[in-house]
């Protein structure tokens, strides 16, 4: 099965600290695999082009900046400064880069630094990075980078704070595929950036059998049984449980994984023992800040593996950034 250790200050398998998340450049490093600074690095391949699409679209909603235009000539220049309103985790830096290069600067990477690295904690007043370049240049990448960062840093905290309610019980979280169209390797990158591990990030890497999957199918047992007939060598099966009877259909068929849904701590108790250490458990539905570490602690001795949450993408609120303008001299 794919290897979906997160990505964080807490190294690969297990939470990050919920203490002060800045990293030395040896240990972002370390745990990275690079140093997180440029897109190339944090989104390789296929997401990196998903993240420059998205940049072009945002853009392209802007339409041309004609306040921007009408005040400021081509050649004036300005310098801006991202600051953290409030105590936050940073991501989404390195797309700085991204944007500038979509508004049509060339070597972007020039225009702008990292003052704070990616993936640290800041407190309430840090400026970040600082950018500078054409006025009207940065005041239409204003919004769009704020966006971009305002948003992932903002899932990134809520991811940290599930993951803070799970320390120390061995269960790891994961997100889902409810994520923002157009945004999921973006959102899961800032889910790891929070401390939390991804799940499948499409439908071609696991096969996953859903209620209504199997309501169509007729049986668990038929649906598992098509799939590995279809697939040679099949991928990594999981079946969603609803009842105590759904889990021991489920665990006569050996998937790699079960996920039990909807079901509160008194349920997860009796249903949990059913599943084999051989299988993965996996809880999901009606999780919340409240109840998770009730859920992660449900049955002590077969704890779930994973919970997966997915308000960490389609519910984060937004952290505070905003970003300062300072007319360039000369």
Known sequence: MKDISCISCGGAGGPATSDEHSCSRSERERLFGFVPEDVAAILPGEAGEFARQLVRLALDEDGPDLTSLGI?????????????????????????????????????????????????????????????????????????????????????????????????????????????????????????????????????????????????????????????ACYAPCPPIEVECRTAREVGEAVAARPERILLDNMDAGRLSEVLPLIPRSIEAEISGGVSLANIRELALACPVRPADFISVGRITHSAPVADFSMKMERRAG
């Not at 070597?107 to 702008?112: A, D, E, G, I, Y």
């Not at 769009?144 to 320390?167: F, K, M, P, W």
């Open 72 to 228: 400021f000539p081509p050649e004036e220049e300005s310098r801006a400064f991202i600051v953290a309103k409030q105590d936050s985790l940073v991501a989404g830096l390195p797309l700085i880069s991204l944007v500038l290069a979509e508004m049509g600067l060339e070597h972007p990477s020039s225009h702008w630094e990292i003052l704070k690295p990616e993936a640290s904690r800041v407190t309430a007043g840090t400026t970040v990075a600082r950018i500078w370049g054409p006025t009207s240049v940065l005041l239409k990448a204003e919004r769009v980078i704020l966006n971009l960062i305002t948003h992932l840093s903002g899932v990134a905290n809520l991811t940290r704070r599930y993951v803070d309610e799970l320390e120390g019980t061995g269960v790891r979280l994961l997100d889902t595929r409810k994520t923002l169209p157009g945004q999921r390797h973006l959102e899961k990158y800032a889910v790891r950036v929070g401390g939390g591990s991804n799940h499948r990030m499409n439908l071609a890497e696991m096969l996953m059998l859903k209620d209504n999957h199997i309501d169509a199918a007729g049986s668990i047992a038929a649906a598992v049984s098509a799939l590995r």
